[in-house]
């Protein structure tokens, strides 16, 4: 994309759009699979007032190009799993309602601000790091913490993915000097290891990848 062309982002202000709970994504992706999120999304897109719809499964699978029976069996998995629920309106059609998605707290505080400045300082963290990981409780100037800018959102949203809330002013520093889309980047390859496969910690992985991105930069002169 050239400088001259100007960027368009959604707009949510023109009542195009629908929404759907975090919780479903952070929660049950894993459990009902990605053609279930897909159905899920559709059937967000059709309800009224009172979340209900009745789409036919015919109709759901030409919308979606997927065949009726792998649409039967998504259904029943979100069923099954709490998320809508199916009654019979007749020999062949059903009423899908969405349910009231149950969640852990931790879910609801991921932030929706996929964006960031990029800011061009990229020196490590070393001594930051090591007095954190020396000690066994966060600043007391952290605790309580309410963020109230993105980048208290992204670091909040890393420290508690990485069950590491003592490191939060780590986190709160690398928010303020690296890209946002670039730490999510990095805590996604983290969550996707095994823990099998860490060696120390979730968090420890992160700080690596995180000071060797930092390392790189330097080098290239970036």
């Known amino acids: ?79 099954n799993i709490g998320l809508i629920r199916i009654e019979k309106r007749s020999r062949y059609h059903c009423s899908y309602f969405l349910l009231k998605v149950r969640c852990n707290s931790d879910e609801t505080q991921m932030s929706n601000l996929c964006n960031s400045d990029v800011h061009q300082s990229y020196t490590n ?34 420290a508690n993915a990485l069950n590491d809330q003592r490191s939060l002013p780590l986190y709160l520093s690398y928010a303020k000097r690296h890209p946002e889309p670039l730490l999510r980047r990095l805590l996604g390859e983290v969550e996707e290891i095994p823990p099998e496969k860490i060696k120390k910690s979730k968090a420890a992985l992160f700080n690596h990848l995180i000071k060797r991105y930092a390392q790189d930069h330097k080098y290239h002169g970036d």
């Not at 001259?4 to 023109?14: A, F, G, Y």
């Not at 159905?39 to 009745?54: I, K, T």
């Open 125 to 158: 963290d070393n001594k930051l790091t090591r007095n954190i990981n020396n000690n066994d409780t966060v600043d007391k100037n952290f605790e309580g913490f309410k963020p109230e800018t993105r980048e208290d959102l992204l670091a909040l949203d890393i």
């Open 1 to 79: 994309m050239s400088k001259e062309q100007k960027l368009e982002i959604r707009d949510l202000r023109s009542g195009d759009w629908y929404w759907i709970h975090k919780a479903v994504i952070q929660e049950y992706a894993q459990k009902v699979g990605a053609v279930g999120i897909v159905v899920y999304s559709f059937l967000a897109s059709l309800v009224d007032n009172n979340q209900s719809c009745f789409p036919s499964q015919k109709y759901i699978a030409h919308r979606l190009g997927y065949s009726r029976a792998t649409i039967n069996r998504a259904l029943r998995r979100l069923e």
